[in-house]
């Protein structure tokens, strides 16, 4: 989508590897996202930031961390990868303005554990 | 907490045919309601939003949704399917704390001819 992209688009990996995963946007958004979907589970959110070096935990954050040292870049590091973090993975950012509230979500990085 | 049910995995519907996406949410404060679709090996794309004034919401390729406040509600309903509408559909609910966006799991149309 404009304005966001992530990279790599495909991975793969072997087990006990580290991983980092990489969100860009270019529309200067306080708020930024990681969502992994699974089968049967939707999306769910692993970090998220607030801006730059403020970040927090979301429901499935075991096994992963994050950092933001500038506005426009999310990374997402798997530290020692596993075959449950198998996954898609989605950066969103956030559009908070009363007129456009919204949420635009990159293209995705398939991610296999192997 | 802040939660999302879509209650069906799957919905089946004949090309021509009304359908409706059943979506329930949990919330304090005022509701942020969002329909994504997603297509096979794709991103996600915004159909439509609620975040205040008319129930009804228009959103993209004829989709529309009716916010029920009592029944605690969001319903994406389309008059008349077509078979390139068969895809995934997620209901989300914005989580006011940080902005989070919570997802329901989702749910399968598939739209016959």
């Known amino acids: 989508d404009a304005g966001i992209t992530q990279s790599p688009r495909h991975k793969v990996t072997e087990t006990g590897t580290p991983v980092t995963l990489r969100c860009h946007q270019t529309?200067?958004?306080?708020?930024m996202y990681w969502y992994r979907q699974d089968p049967g589970h939707g999306l769910r959110l692993i970090h998220y930031?607030?801006?730059?070096?403020?970040?927090d935990k979301g429901e499935v954050s075991d096994g992963y961390s994050v950092s933001r040292s500038k506005t426009e870049d999310f990374l997402l590091t798997l530290e020692s990868a596993t075959s449950s973090q198998t996954s898609v993975y989605f950066c969103?950012?956030?559009?908070?303005?009363?007129?456009?509230?919204?949420?635009?979500f990159g293209s995705g990085t398939r991610l296999t554990v192997v | 907490a802040q939660s999302v049910a879509q209650p069906e995995d799957q919905v089946n519907v004949a090309e021509g045919n009304p359908l409706t996406v059943k979506c329930t949410y949990s919330?304090?404060?005022?509701?942020?309601l969002f329909w994504y679709v997603q297509y096979p090996n794709r991103g996600l794309q915004f159909l439509l939003k609620?975040?205040?004034?008319?129930?009804l919401v228009k959103g993209s390729y004829g989709f529309e949704a009716e916010f029920n406040k009592s029944q605690t509600s969001f319903h994406l309903k389309k008059p008349s399917a077509l078979v390139s509408d068969s895809a995934l559909y997620f209901c989300?609910?914005?989580?006011?704390?940080?902005?989070?966006?919570?997802f329901g799991a989702g749910t399968r149309l598939a739209v016959h001819p």
């Open positions: 969103a950012i956030s559009e908070t303005g009363a007129t456009n509230y919204g949420y635009t």
């Open positions: 529309e200067n958004h306080r708020y």
């Open positions: 930031s607030y801006g730059v070096k403020d970040t």
């Open positions: 919330v304090s404060g005022n509701p942020y």
């Open positions: 609620y975040i205040t004034g008319d129930n």
């Open positions: 989300a609910v914005r989580d006011s704390g940080y902005n989070k966006l919570i």
